[in-house]
């Protein structure tokens, strides 16, 4: 029995037996719309249909980074207190090898905060390490208003904590957040106002948060100080580190 011809037809028509090829996709990857539609914090739309671009930092930098936040930064001025208590040192004699020896028993008291060693902090130690804990900002919302209170001109301290004349220096932006679209709006305020950002890569929120000793963090912001000498210098610890992260920032887009 002849077949018929319109199944000749069909398949001669047929795009996928035709030459043996498939049709092709077009793969092309088409630009978000805005900043609320970015797919990575490297490349983000802002409102004006402008690509933010920022460079991820090297592996390299990410360790300088994380090491040196920890030395000069937390561990100075992070000393966790057990509560609010603090060691204090009494005799008691017990007995060693049938002879009664006077030993030094630590206690417990409440209401006072210790270095390491059990002995109080002195008082310019404890102010300076407050000055410095005011001038690193972590938390979306906390890290966002600073920014969006700069646009307006509205820099204004609140609750004193604020210095009326701190503005951000660096922020650091962890890429492994999830969805990126939590600080996508940050790239495109820096850029607004002119401030660097790093952009770590890898797990960085859990690098940076695990350096405070939370579960994560994705974004930090260091606050310039006001207080500098006649030359525009700083003793400032925070300050010093930031101009150390920028100038391997600088030589690192320079290697790349």
């Known amino acids: 029995?002849?077949?018929?011809?319109?199944?000749?037809?069909?398949?001669?028509?047929?795009?996928?037996?035709?030459?043996?090829?498939?049709?092709?996709?077009?793969?092309?990857?088409?630009?978000?719309?805005?900043?609320?539609?970015?797919?990575?914090?490297?490349?983000?739309?802002?409102p004006?249909?402008?690509?933010?671009?920022?460079?991820?930092?090297?592996?390299?930098?990410r360790d300088i980074f994380l090491d040196r936040l920890v030395k000069e930064l937390i561990a100075p001025y992070w000393k966790k207190a057990d509560k609010n208590r603090t060691i204090d040192s009494t005799k008691q004699h017990v007995l060693i090898n049938g002879t009664l020896v006077a030993q030094k028993v630590s206690k417990l008291?409440?209401?006072?905060s210790v270095s390491e060693?059990?002995?109080?902090?002195?008082?310019?130690?404890?102010?300076?390490?407050?000055?410095?804990?005011?001038?690193?900002?972590?938390?979306?919302?906390?890290?966002?208003?600073?920014?969006?209170?700069?646009?307006?001109?509205d820099m204004m301290p609140q609750s004193g904590s604020l210095h009326p004349l701190s503005r951000p220096?660096?922020?650091?932006?962890?890429?492994?957040?999830?969805?990126?679209?939590?600080?996508?709006?940050i790239p495109v305020l820096a850029r607004q106002l002119g401030i660097t950002v790093l952009l770590l890569p890898g797990k960085a929120s859990v690098d940076m948060g695990r350096a405070f000793h939370v579960?994560?963090?994705?974004?930090?912001?260091?606050?310039?100080?006001?207080?500098k000498d006649q030359?525009?210098?700083?003793?400032?610890?925070?300050?010093?580190?930031?101009g150390f992260i920028k100038s391997q920032m600088s030589q690192d887009t320079g290697r790349n």
């Open 1 to 46: 029995m002849p077949k018929s011809s319109s199944n000749k037809k069909r398949s001669a028509a047929s795009p996928s037996t035709a030459g043996g090829k498939k049709p092709t996709r077009n793969t092309k990857r088409k630009l978000p719309a805005n900043f609320l539609n970015a797919q990575s914090l490297e490349f983000v739309i802002g």
């Open 48 to 61: 004006d249909r402008a690509i933010v671009q920022t460079p991820v930092a090297s592996d390299v930098i």
């Open 109 to 112: 008291q409440e209401g006072k």
């Open 117 to 153: 060693n059990g002995e109080e902090e002195d008082d310019a130690v404890s102010k300076r390490a407050t000055r410095v804990k005011s001038r690193i900002v972590m938390g979306t919302n906390q890290c966002s208003r600073i920014l969006e209170d700069l646009i307006k001109g």
């Open 169 to 185: 220096s660096l922020i650091v932006l962890a890429k492994d957040i999830y969805p990126p679209t939590m600080l996508a709006h």
């Open 215 to 227: 579960p994560r963090t994705s974004i930090l912001i260091f606050l310039s100080s006001s207080e």
């Open 231 to 242: 030359n525009g210098a700083s003793d400032d610890p925070v300050d010093s580190f930031v």
